[in-house]
Every structure is written in structure tokens, then in C-alpha cells.
């Protein structure tokens, strides 16, 4: 018996070995069953078939042309496809790929957001206005613009109504923002070109039919349905990722009041903090919690020091001991405050710049110290900035 335990420790010894470079030996790069998935990349240009020389032949041309590829990210820089990983998809508006529908409001201003494209909204929302036997007087997919004819309403026997729809991409990708504009005149009177102004004339009619078109595309509008009209309508996303001098930004296409009430908001999302802001400068100054985790357990909380809720100093005091480098005066002189010293101590976190031009504003991070950050840094920063703007 003893014998044959010896025997047996013998021969599994071996192939305890095995088992241990068993992952190499089959399946690393020298392995026999080596992955082949980015082969790809090596592959090149098959040389031109040769005719021999007593044999005519016509001039021959590759059927099948491999462009040159140029990468880009989504930022607009060159990727090195060698050493590029492809990134975890961006978390869904809703969960399980649902349709979200629902009603937003900064201000005075309201509007129906939906987590679907034009091509989806375009349709429907015209078929919300047959269900309700409301005339359309004009319709232009380009603009995404819906004009309506008279609408009465039965609690208003002195004024009839009319209405003009703006369905537009929103702040996402997939996703459309629909705005209404009422206006009104005496029952009776003949209109025969209207002045749309910035704002309804009632507010509680306006309100009225954008929470009834709300409920319908609630019910109707689907993950599966679309309209080939529709996928022009409504212009460019309203944010849109760019390199501005050498610089990640994020461009905002957006009322001045949104963009700032927008990005304040997503300044105290998902491990940032806002500790101080300058509205009418367009200055954020936050704080970012690399390790935030919004489901962490209570045993990982004890090894974790959360980002405080407030900053060693005020924003203020942030701005009067700024950099004197280049990229630091191009960007802050034109603030009245800025001031370039010497810096404070141990002052962390980051300066959200927002500047205004027409009707685009440019968002791009900073340091405390109004220097550039790693460009990958700041293109992470946005983009988890964009991910909770509304």
C-alpha cells in the first residue's frame, strides 16, 4: 500500500506542473491554442498578381481597397489603434434599455426629455396631434419645427391658440428634447402671419398640452420604431466634445441660464463636489473623489475618506493666486479678479471654466492653479460631466 502511495505522489507530481503552466503552454502568445483576436492588426497587402511576360492581359486594379484608417477618439484625436483599448460603453439613460420619458424644468423654462432619437419622436409626436384633431399648419423636418393651427380650448371662449413644437436632439446621444411656444388671439380674428416670441403668452396652457403630449409618447414611442424622416430632424446634438487648442472641451449649444444651471448640477454628481461658483464669470470651483463608488458598503466607508463638502479655501481666495504660466493668463485676465501670485498651500481640486461665444459655450477643466491637466484626465472629467447634464 505504501508502495503504491509513492507511486501515485510520483505521478501526480507532474502533472501538478502541467496544471501550473497549463494557461501558457495552451494559450499564451507561444501557446498552441494562442488567441488570434487582434491578428488584425498585423495584417498587410498581398502583392499584385505578375503576368508572365509572352501573355497579355488587361490592367488590373484591386478590387477591394483597404483605406488608410485614421482613429480618432471622441475628442477628435489620433488614436494609436496598437495600444488602444476600447472603452467601457456609457451607462444608459434608463435602465434595462427602457424608453425614458420625462418632464425637465430650469427655471421658467420646461420640456419633455425622452431617451430616443428624432427619428423615433418625429412620428409619433405628429400622430399625438391627429389623436387630438389638432391642424398642423406647417411642418419642416429640417428644423424639426411643428407649426399648429387654431386650437380651442373649452374653458376659453375668447381666445383661440396656436402652437409651435420644436423637437430637437438633446444634450445625449440618442436622445430628443421637444420645447413648446403658445400663443393667442381674439376668436374671430384673422391672423395671417404670426410673431412667435420668446415666450408663451400663457404659461398654463403651454404647460397644458406638453404634459399631454408627455403622457401619449410615454405609451407610444418605442425602441423599435422609427421614422426615416425623422433622422435629420432636429440639428446637431446639443453637446459635441472637441480639441480646442490643444485642449479637451466640451462645446455647449445651449441657453446662457441652462448651460450654467446644467453644469452646476453635474458639478455635484458622481464623486464631484462644487464648492464654490462664480456665476456671472462662468467659474466652477469642485473637487472629484477618484475612488467614489455611489452603492460603497458601510465596511469599505471606514477606508475611505469621502471629499469634504467644503474646501480649504474659497473660490474667491482660488482666484487671486493663480499661475502666472501662459495657458493660465490666456484664460483668467479677462476676469476681473484673477490674480497671478504665489500659490496657497496644500489647495486641491479643479477650476470648471465656462466662456461664452455667440451662442456656444466652451467648457474646459483646469487645476487649481489654472494650469492644463492630463489631456486624458480632462477628457474623463468631461465626460462624466456631460454623463449628468440636464
Not at 91 to 119: C, H, M, P, Y
Not at 177 to 205: A, C, M, R, Y
Not at 318 to 338: G, I, R, T
Request: proline letters at 5%.
Amino acid at each position: 500500500m505504501v508502495i503504491l502511495k509513492k507511486i501515485f505522489s510520483f505521478l501526480l507530481f507532474p502533472l501538478a506542473l502541467v496544471s501550473l503552466h497549463g494557461c501558457s503552454v495552451f494559450y499564451g502568445e507561444e501557446g498552441v491554442f494562442r488567441g488570434k483576436t487582434k491578428d488584425y492588426l498585423r495584417a498587410g497587402s498581398i502583392a499584385p498578381v505578375k503576368i508572365p511576360e509572352d501573355m497579355q492581359s488587361a490592367n488590373l486594379s484591386p478590387l477591394y481597397v483597404i483605406p488608410k484608417i485614421e482613429a480618432v477618439d471622441d475628442f477628435g484625436d489620433t488614436i494609436n489603434l496598437q495600444e488602444y483599448e476600447v472603452p467601457q460603453p456609457a451607462g444608459a439613460n434608463t435602465e434595462k434599455g427602457e424608453v425614458g420619458v420625462k418632464l425637465q424644468r430650469i427655471g421658467e423654462d420646461k420640456w419633455i426629455f425622452l431617451s430616443a432619437s428624432t427619428s423615433q419622436v418625429w412620428p409619433r409626436t405628429q400622430n399625438f396631434l391627429t389623436r387630438y384633431g389638432i391642424p398642423v399648419a406647417s411642418a419642416n423636418p429640417a428644423l424639426g419645427v411643428i407649426e399648429t393651427g387654431n386650437v380651442e380650448f373649452k374653458d376659453d371662449q375668447e381666445y383661440v391658440s396656436r402652437f409651435k413644437i420644436f423637437i430637437q436632439k438633446g444634450i445625449h446621444p440618442e436622445t430628443t428634447e421637444i420645447h413648446l411656444i403658445q400663443t393667442q388671439f381674439p376668436k374671430g380674428e384673422t391672423v395671417p402671419n404670426i410673431t412667435w416670441g420668446d415666450e408663451s403668452v400663457s404659461i398654463e396652457k403651454e404647460r397644458l398640452l406638453l404634459d399631454e403630449l408627455a403622457g401619449v409618447l410615454a405609451e407610444s414611442v418605442n425602441n423599435n420604431s422609427a421614422s426615416l424622416l425623422g433622422q435629420n430632424v432636429g440639428g446637431d446634438v446639443k453637446v459635441a466634445f472637441m480639441t480646442v487648442n490643444n485642449e479637451p472641451t466640451m462645446r455647449l449649444r445651449l441657453p446662457l441660464v441652462r448651460a450654467r444651471a446644467t453644469v452646476a448640477h453635474s458639478l455635484q454628481r458622481e464623486g464631484f463636489k462644487l464648492w464654490g461658483e462664480s456665476v456671472e464669470d462662468g467659474i466652477y470651483y469642485a473637487g472629484f473623489d477618484d475612488n467614489y463608488k455611489e452603492d460603497r458598503g458601510w465596511v469599505s466607508s471606514l477606508f475611505h475618506d469621502d471629499l469634504p463638502d467644503k474646501s480649504k479655501y474659497p473660490l474667491t481666495q482660488v482666484v487671486q493666486h493663480l499661475s502666472d504660466a501662459p495657458e493660465s493668463q490666456a484664460l483668467f485676465s479677462q476676469f476681473k479678479d484673477a490674480k497671478f501670485a504665489e500659490p496657497l498651500k496644500k489647495a486641491k481640486g479643479y477650476l470648471v471654466v465656462m466662456t461664452t461665444s455667440g451662442k456656444t459655450m466652451d467648457v474646459v477643466i483646469r487645476d487649481v492653479r489654472g494650469e492644463y491637466i492630463a489631456k486624458e484626465e480632462a477628457k474623463n472629467l468631461l465626460r462624466l460631466l456631460r454623463k449628468n447634464l440636464i
